[in-house]
């Protein structure tokens, strides 16, 4: 099959689920009204509540949700064929994760600004709440790990993408004073600032000048590196230190003054990469090689398929990202539609052409199997297939291979960056709302908060296990990751469900995904946390089956605590939804 005719099909499918349903949504279930005074106007504060552009806004919440895992989990998930992942991922988009963020950003901006997490009180109870906060804590804490293992590895494997990644945070911070200090237009200087980042790109990977290697800078691989422990690990543990100073700084400072600004850029490169390797699909059209499904799996697709695709059909690491950040800059709520719909629409169309990147990029069936010959294989190699499968696309606009690599990799690193400095703020808030239950006033604080956030993250991305090694903490989590983060997405789907049938509208909308993805997952979940990562699988994984089935246990209970809140008569009208008249 031609990559073309598949890439144009999902992308009618997206076009079309935007234009047709998330407006059906927008008008006849949540009932937006363009005179409710938001939360941005509301608690405008200058720091974290600011009214925003709905394009600024949009392009922030995009780059947020955007990071490596639309790119990683599908190019994992072809291992069971090209044909279930797309699917999942198209339909998944338009039904499920467009329907998701768009109401989690809705529920929120109704109710203060408030994070799902707190909203899950007023909707199932306070100890829902507190078991909810515990979940969405841990996920944030995964996030920030497995981002930060991804960037770390891709700057010592991609030495040329360090540069001009690092160039876009004093950018980002000028943009940002003459927006919101002189009043400038931000398009035309964030622009000039993604111009200026490739052109570092250029000349790092053209000429191999400007790159920060760190690995070399340290005698080659074969040396002893920092204590012994080689040159590569040396270099990875000096990254993830200098990741975790950024982020410590990026998630304390007002958002205008860099995550706003840096997201604005992001969004712009997520287009032109986006733009790149759609076109360099037109013209190279290449064929489809990789098998429609693989007969040769070692693992079943079902339900497994539904939790490694991930943030490429649905997460609810976006739910956070509406609640938590999004909601507090939301100037009308009408532009929830675009921020939230659209935004879950432009990651779909990250994960169709990650798939198709992959399954253009091999010769034949043969070579793809050969490099997918187990799904640990197809996760220990899904990334650098997708850089060289796009890397392969940009070429057909005449772009260098080094180049199109370098540009590739900058693309990724930003993004997951853009989501680990959203994460950390995210983790300080819910560190923050923890302390004042229960009472813990220290823990209120900004800089405690987010301490505890980065020495916790810092510690877990580092942990070895097992044979693993050193920094191997990162990369393990990726399937607790996914499984954690599906919950959360149907949890919060639960909790929509709850809030839409006492306003007394249609609630199928999300109960129906809902359902559909509580049952893949916690069967999922189930599978891996007893089969295989306790002490009764064959390799037993102690990190993954302790986290795994406190989160397993805490889903169950909250599950079960919302469904009886569901079912139960709603005599009394909601207080949740005082919405300006």
Not at 156 to 172: E, K
Not at 342 to 351: M, P, R
Not at 521 to 531: C, D, E, N, P, S
């Amino acid at each position: 099959m031609s990559g073309i005719l598949a890439a144009v099909i999902g992308l009618v499918v997206f076009a079309l689920g935007y234009r047709y349903y998330s407006k059906l949504v927008a008008e006849k279930i949540f009932r937006l009204d363009p005179n409710y005074v938001t939360p941005a106007h509301k608690y405008e504060d200058g720091v974290d509540f600011v009214p925003t552009n709905k394009f600024v806004l949009w392009g922030h919440h995009f780059t947020s949700v955007a990071g490596a895992a639309p790119i990683l989990g599908p190019a994992i998930a072809v291992y069971w064929g090209w044909l279930p992942a797309l699917l999942w991922v198209v339909l998944g988009t338009v039904f499920a994760a467009g329907v998701h963020d768009f109401g989690t950003l809705v529920l929120s901006v109704r109710n203060k600004g408030q994070s799902i997490g707190t909203l899950a009180d007023k909707l199932i109870g306070q100890r829902a709440k507190m078991l909810f906060l515990f979940i969405i804590l841990i996920l944030v804490l995964m996030v920030n790990a497995v981002f930060a293992w991804v960037i770390a590895n891709l700057f010592v494997s991609y030495p040329a993408s360090v540069l001009p990644v690092f160039i876009q945070i004093p950018l980002a911070i000028w943009i940002g004073h003459a927006v919101y200090k002189r009043k400038t237009k931000m398009l035309g200087p964030s622009l000039a600032a993604l111009a200026v980042m490739y052109l570092f790109a250029i000349i790092s990977s053209k000429w191999g000048l400007l790159q920060i290697d760190l690995v070399q800078y340290m005698g080659g691989e074969g040396s002893t590196g920092l204590f012994g422990m080689g040159a590569v690990n040396s270099a990875f543990l000096i990254w993830i230190v200098i990741l975790m100073a950024y982020v410590y700084i990026a998630s304390t400072i007002p958002v205008w003054k860099l995550l706003q600004p840096r997201d604005f850029i992001n969004s712009h490169q997520l287009i032109v990469g986006l733009l790149i390797l759609y076109l360099g699909l037109l013209f190279t059209n290449p064929e489809i090689t990789a098998p429609i499904t693989n007969p040769s799996a070692d693992t079943s697709w079902f339900p497994l398929l539904f939790i490694t695709v991930a943030c490429g059909a649905i997460s609810g690491f976006h739910g956070l990202v509406s609640s938590g950040t999004s909601s507090k800059q939301l100037n009308r709520e009408t532009d929830a539609r675009f921020v939230g719909y659209f935004g879950a629409v432009g990651e779909g169309s990250l994960a169709l052409i990650s798939i198709l990147a992959v399954v253009t990029f091999f010769g034949s069936t043969d070579e793809f199997l050969a490099t997918y010959s187990s799904f640990q294989a197809a996760n220990g190699s899904g990334l650098n297939v997708f850089v060289e499968g796009a890397s392969a696309l940009a070429t057909g606009l005449m772009i260098p291979p080094e180049v199109a690599g370098t540009i590739v990799s900058v693309i990724i690193v930003s993004f997951a960056a853009t989501t680990l400095d959203t994460a950390v703020r995210m983790m300080r808030y819910i560190i923050s709302e923890l302390g004042m239950e229960y009472n813990v006033p220290a823990l209120s604080k900004k800089h405690v908060a987010t301490s505890l956030a980065v020495i916790s993250s810092t510690v877990l991305v580092l942990l070895p296990e097992g044979s693993k090694g050193f920094g191997s903490g990162g990369y393990l989590l990726w399937p607790l990751f996914g499984t954690s983060n599906q919950l959360l997405a149907g949890i919060s789907l639960l909790l929509l469900s709850i809030w839409l049938k006492k306003r007394g509208s249609n609630y199928l909308i999300t109960l129906i995904p809902m359902v559909f993805l509580m049952f893949m997952t916690l069967w999922a979940m189930f599978q891996k946390v007893i089969f295989e990562w306790s002490w009764f699988g064959s390799d037993p994984k102690m990190l993954l089956f302790v986290l795994g089935a406190i989160i397993f246990v805490f889903a169950v209970w909250i599950v079960l605590t919302a469904f009886s809140a569901l079912t139960r008569s709603m005599k009394t009208s909601d207080d949740l939804d005082k919405t300006a008249k």
